[in-house]
């Protein structure tokens, strides 16, 4: 074990394969100076003409190497990688100049305006809970099944001229208050 690179105090917070983790708050995020040098790239590249295809390789690697904790990044890069696929496969030279489509420039904005403010992703999930409800309702009265206990109830004169719709969902609402789910 090197004790150079060893943290021998217990901490709750620490930075790891280049990210924050805090295990108080179970979330992952992008270290501040990360997103800054991420952002700065970005605006360089949007404020330029052109890029060439080996820049434009490295800002989708530093766009990539926050993916893990910035949540929907994945969904904003499929343009700029798509360009670069493109050049490679035509060109072959990492050096060509190309200017960034309308979309790609809009794709960029998105990372430069909403990366930071998205920074933060839960490390461990909290289990899904499932509970089924069965409903039946009538003008007269309402009957609820949840998983597998029965209950029932009839409607207040003013309930019985709701909607059917509005009376399905009160009695969901009464099974989970019944329940203690609310």
Request: charged letters at 25%.
């Amino acid at each position: 074990v090197s004790v150079r690179k060893s943290r021998l105090q217990p901490s709750r917070q620490q930075t790891f394969l280049g990210f924050d983790v805090d295990t108080e708050k179970m979330t992952l995020t992008c270290p501040e100076d990360k997103l800054t040098q991420l952002q700065a790239s970005i605006r360089s590249a949007l404020e330029r003409e052109t890029i060439s295809t080996r820049q434009l390789a490295a800002l989708i690697g530093r766009m990539t190497a926050t993916y893990e904790a910035v949540p929907l990044t994945t969904l904003h890069d499929q343009f700029c990688t798509v360009a670069l696929r493109r050049e490679l496969r035509a060109n072959q030279n990492w050096e060509r100049k190309l200017r960034m489509s309308p979309v790609v420039r809009w794709e960029r904005r998105w990372w430069l305006d909403t990366v930071a403010s998205h920074n933060g992703m839960a490390i461990h999930k909290l289990p899904r809970c499932s509970t089924t409800i069965t409903t039946d309702s009538s003008q007269a009265g309402w009957g609820v099944v949840v998983d597998g206990q029965a209950m029932q109830g009839r409607w207040t004169s003013e309930q019985s001229i709701m909607t059917s719709n509005k009376r399905e969902l009160t009695a969901i609402l009464k099974a989970l208050k019944l329940q203690g789910r609310e």
